[in-house]
DNA sequence: CTGTTAGCGCATTCAG
DNA sequence: CTGAATGCGCTAACAG
């Protein structure tokens, strides 16, 4: 069973190749019902698949989106590319799958590959706000999703974070909390972290730098520790909170105030953005904020693809996925 | 600046395209130095990328390869897929994803689009052990992962399940356990749950399909509640501890026993196969099982590569890689 | 309604 | 050491 080609088929049929082309590409009315029928029973019969690699070189449109992932390994990551192949399906795309591990050179060198292996469009997590790749993307071709650069050049999708956020540590403020910090990595140029940060400030009215602990999600903690430990014993007898900008920092935070000897919600109360299986079972449960990653994914789709079709280059838009909240127990 | 192509450059340098094509191709012994040095000068100068997809067409190889994975959300997967991206990436291949959410036709039908896109191989990591489609698929281009076929026809790279479980089981049973149980999804025709379980019952002796417990990885878990509870009641006084097959399974264990009113290691002691970040920060920390989830991606990839590079068709062999123990204080 | 033909960008003989 | 010619499988005018 030799691999079959339109010219095999054609020539089975007993027509020309333009017209079983015709026929693949739904041009019916170019041929005879009687012909359609033929070439339809003959593929049928021979399992004869069209070439995609040939169809590319001759359209020059491989149907295929390219994704540029920050990290892989993020449970947020992986939900949103579980969204994206979903939709890509449905209309016939394949994706071609590329991770950066969080190293900003290696996104650079991955989306410069995708651009030179001619996808179709590209749907890019970012590593940080900025890179000088980002210059050679246009917004007839790519969206952006989680992360917005620091100039909205492409459409870009993310989770509603200064709104949802800002909802959600009022909340916490209205447990009359005494003082509450924002516990994030280094802010860095990550769109996500300052926007959930500016919505922290907008709810607290704190000024802006204050309030706010980093952690670095390499191995050493110490330092972390540290601030930790000075900010509990600046506010002894006070009520105090934090609010962590996704689980792992969490997780981080958690395991800092085990180290301390400290438990939620006795000595500290806690909440979080990001959603996570575990976070329910905690005891208490971790009251947090539910992003739909799914749903990003499949709107980065949509609008790419939109935008493929009507090859008219429109403004770029900045689209809010919203947010809903679990309310636990931990603050 | 129009994309260039082979017959471009060839014009620039004034040589034919076939020079160009050589030297591409690293045939340097085709060509004087001076013309190699002409060429990759103009190749700098003008971003020159060849073709990936004409060069697909030309070779018959379009340098990727195909990945369907059962289910990308589960955090096992991703980070085997970040393996396989890694060491792809090492050779100069792409990776073509596809992700059947746990959904054995859905799997089927992505293998098959995969196959019908002249992908150089294939890496599967499998919904069940068993599936139509598996028929398809030969050793010469192909590797399964994490789970193996009942019938091993194409190599496999597992971790370490059986061996890594016995060992476990083992050292709970140092304990004095009086019970021990082994929770998992339903075994079905699933070989990592199985060949856990069979570990298992290897240390404790039991025999196969007593001291099983199942949960069903959708919404309702009532009768997975009455199981417990029986158990429970069955054993009151006495020290009985669960051992569950992954981290998801934890999670529905530790959901019910809490709704129970139960707790580790007070009322139950815990075990489990999967190493999750949040596991070592849970009160007590979870003692569990590490498997390197990364390696298994590389290594399924160095195997892969390495078969197409040697066209010849060996036998399929069974590829383990091993496990590592984190003993902390669940039971 | 159907067939001819010329590419798409590159690799690969085979001559020179 | 170099180039002309042919083909990979398919699409897209253009004729008929």
Redesign the interface.
Known sequence: MEKMTIKDIAKLVGVSTATVSNYLNGNLTKMSPVTQRKIAEMIRNTNY?P????R??ATND?K?IG?SVAD??N?F???V??GI??ECGKHGY??????A?SDASRETDNIS?LQ???VSGLIIDPVEGDSPIFKTITNRDAVMIDRQASQIKVDTVVTDNFESVKRFVSKMLDEEYDTLYYVSWPLKNVSTRWNRYNGFLEATGYTSGTHYLSVHNTGDTSEFVDQLTEIMEDNVGKKVGFFTMN??VL?RL??AM?FLGLEYPIDYGVGSYED???M????PGISCIHQDSYAIGTKAVEILLDKLNSKTEAEPRLIEVPTTEKIRASY
């Open positions: 698949v070439s995609s690699v040939a590319g070189l491989n295929t994704v892989i390994t449970p990551t992986s939900t590319l579980s192949y979903e394949r994706v071609l799958f590329t991770n591990s590959k030179n292996q001619q689980g792992r997780i958690l395991a085990e996570l299986d575990w329910s079972i905690m005891k």
